[in-house]
């Protein structure tokens, strides 16, 4: 019975109901959007840093983050890869060996990092087929390198040319080689396009004088799951000849960068939470004024204040209701489009977080539990709002209320 008054209470006024919809439509549509961009944002500088250069763990030999030099590599026997892959929560162990060293070709030459890499694994970890630009990709048995797009137009480099390498191998062995091309790839992080050279595993532990070594391994967790707890699992298990980290520390300025702009985001929807509260509270406000003489009447001809107060939060029910899904049904088109389609920044501000080492795009984050969580939080707000109205009428005296 109440429940149906309530209903066709909220038409009966239809111009007042669309206010209170609509206040509710646009706090939601502004909280999901402006959430799904910052985090969005946060996963894809995230995944650029895990899938291009650290993994989600790293675990090498103790003092090779503080000198990372061919020599503090180490061998990976079964018994250390058996004892990572039994770590809860852990997707794939990748091997790699990485050391810097001299390129030319012609006479041009440039500092480069030389990577042995698990090609079949690493897809695992990133998609490799998107970085791709021309050529085709590494695999276990290639004899030839993939190059990051820098590298390829700082010497003019094609598909089938040659480039050669001069560095340090292990123990002071001399690293010489020359390896034919057979893709150019474009890194996620602009940085890495300028220094990265990929080899497979066994060609860069040959060139490298280092067989059967690798300089860490990198591991990849299942969704959800989480790194600091599965570090701290592994540190424990692992004797003390190893180190482990987790991206968080091997990039701590990135961390720091997403918390600091995180808090200013969500102090942000607050700001947004408070300019929606009085809004809505406004109309609350000016709803309860306009419908006293109402409430003095149903109340005189024998309504009871606790149905009429359950009558009010039903309505509010409603409207929220109304308002929250209304709200999330119209922004997540906008949302998915730009998870599909990211937003790519201007030419101006594109070339300044490139320089910083980001993809210039921001992908949208198109979770369910954003659309959940704020459309809660402004839904909450509305019931609390109509404890207004509820307390008014507890007050009313009726014969005042129908005065005008």
Not at 68 to 95: M, P, R, S, W
Not at 222 to 245: C, H, I, P, W
Not at 374 to 401: E, Q
């Amino acid at each position: 019975m109440l429940i149906k008054l309530a209903w066709r209470n909220i038409w009966r006024n239809k111009k007042r109901s669309i206010i209170t919809i609509t206040a509710i439509v646009v706090a939601v549509f502004l909280s999901l959007f402006m959430r799904s961009m910052q985090l969005g944002m946060y996963d894809n500088m995230i995944r650029n840093v895990v899938g291009s250069f650290s993994g989600y763990i790293q675990v090498h030999s103790r003092g090779y983050w503080d000198e990372k030099i061919i020599d503090n590599a180490f061998e990976a026997n079964d018994e250390i890869l058996n004892t990572v892959k039994e770590i809860n929560g852990v997707n794939n162990v990748i091997q790699r060996i990485q050391s810097g060293s001299l390129s030319s070709y012609k006479d041009l030459s440039k500092f480069v990092f030389v990577t042995g890499i698990e090609p079949e694994k690493e897809k695992l970890l990133a998609n490799w087929e998107k970085r791709l630009l021309e050529g085709e990709l590494l695999t276990a048995e290639s004899k030839s390198i993939n190059i990051g797009k820098g590298v390829a137009n700082f010497f003019g480099l094609n598909v089938g040319d040659t480039l050669v390498f001069i560095g340090q191998g292990y123990h002071g062995m001399q690293a010489v080689g020359a390896y034919p091309i057979s893709g150019v790839l474009e890194m996620k992080n602009p940085k890495l396009n300028n220094i990265s050279v990929f080899m497979s595993l066994p060609v860069a532990q040959e060139f490298l004088s280092a067989e059967n070594l690798i300089t860490h391994l990198v591991i990849d967790k299942k969704e959800y799951e989480d790194e600091r707890g599965m570090a701290f699992q592994l540190s424990s298990t692992l004797n003390n000849d190893f180190e482990v980290m987790t991206w968080q520390e091997m990039m701590p300025g990135l961390e720091q960068t997403i918390q600091a702009d995180s808090a200013g985001g969500l102090i942000m929807i607050f700001i947004l939470y408070m300019i929606i509260t009085f809004g809505i509270f406004g109309t609350v406000l000016m709803m309860t004024q306009e419908r006293k003489y109402e409430f003095g009447v149903v109340i005189s001809i024998g309504m009871k204040k606790i149905n009429l107060m359950l009558t009010m939060i039903y309505e509010t029910i409603f409207l929220s209701s109304f308002g929250v899904l209304l709200g999330i049904l119209l922004s997540r088109p906008l949302i998915l489009y730009y998870h599909y389609y990211p937003f790519r920044f201007p030419d101006e501000q594109a070339a300044v977080m490139e320089e910083f080492g980001f993809e210039a795009i921001i992908p949208f984050m198109s979770t369910y539990d954003i659309p959940l969580t704020h459309g809660l939080i402004i839904f909450c707000i509305s019931v609390i709002i109509s404890i207004y109205p509820a307390i008014t009428i507890l007050r009313l005296k009726p014969i005042k209320a129908m005065k005008r």
